[in-house]
């Protein structure tokens, strides 16, 4: 057990509405993710945290921005969804970066956008 | 761009069979190769390696990477129903950004009936 939390677990929504996605983890640890998931991509990087209010985009960051007030927090929110977001969404966290710590994940948040 | 290709992307096998997952990279400033397993929910971490020829090895699965040939193998020997998952391979770029950058491949999907 990794000690990550993503709530909510499953969400159905429609286009145009703002949908926020929570990351929670119990471990302290300094590097944290938001990845999605969709098949035929393997794993997708969205916005990483190297600290409380560091943050920074990844491969696929448009329609995405995320907030880091606290340590243990990590939210992704999607300001006005689109069916494009459809996906399952994956937090991970990492003891140092990625190059030389390996990244452990919770257990997603399946999101549906109608 | 850094790219991460495995195959194959499905295989299915009878418990008892020995497979081998295939995973090659292209990846500059690369560090480190990672596997991980995928059942129903978070891909869990099973292998990170660094080194070429170094074989790792956990109970019935194993792992070695050649960064000449810039690939690396998964093996699992005597499989069971529950060996049943997606496996992912991952690469690790030690440049560009804080966090160093993490490309996964498709993933393979293994299926080990009865």
Request: aromatic share 10%; hydrophobic share 30%; glycine share 8%.
């Amino acid at each position: 057990d990794a000690g990550i939390t993503q709530s909510p677990r499953h969400k159905v929504t429609e286009t145009g509405t703002p949908v926020t996605l929570r990351c929670h983890q119990t471990e302290n640890h300094r590097y944290m993710y938001w990845y999605r998931q969709d098949p035929g991509h393997g794993l997708r990087l969205i916005h990483y945290s190297y600290g409380v209010k560091d943050t920074d985009k990844g491969e696929v960051s448009d329609g995405y921005s995320v907030s880091r007030s606290k340590t243990e927090d990590f939210l992704l929110t999607l300001e006005s969804a689109t069916s494009s977001q459809t996906s399952v969404y994956f937090c991970a966290i990492s003891e140092g970066t990625v190059t030389y710590q390996p990244q452990h994940f919770g257990d997603g948040t399946r999101l549906s956008i109608l | 761009e850094d790219k991460v290709v495995q195959s194959p992307l499905s295989l299915v096998v009878h418990e008892g069979d020995t497979v081998t997952l295939n995973c090659s990279y292209e990846v500059t400033n690369f560090r480190s190769l990672l596997w991980y397993k995928q059942e129903k929910k978070a891909p869990t971490f099973l292998f990170m390696l660094t080194s070429s020829g170094i074989e790792k090895k956990s109970g019935r699965l194993s792992s070695i990477l050649d960064k000449k040939e810039l690939f690396s193998i998964l093996n699992i020997t005597a499989t069971q129903t529950g060996d049943s998952a997606i496996y992912l391979c991952a690469a690790t770029n030690a440049g560009g950004t804080s966090y160093g950058k993490l490309t996964f491949g498709q993933g393979t999907i293994l299926t080990v009936h009865p």
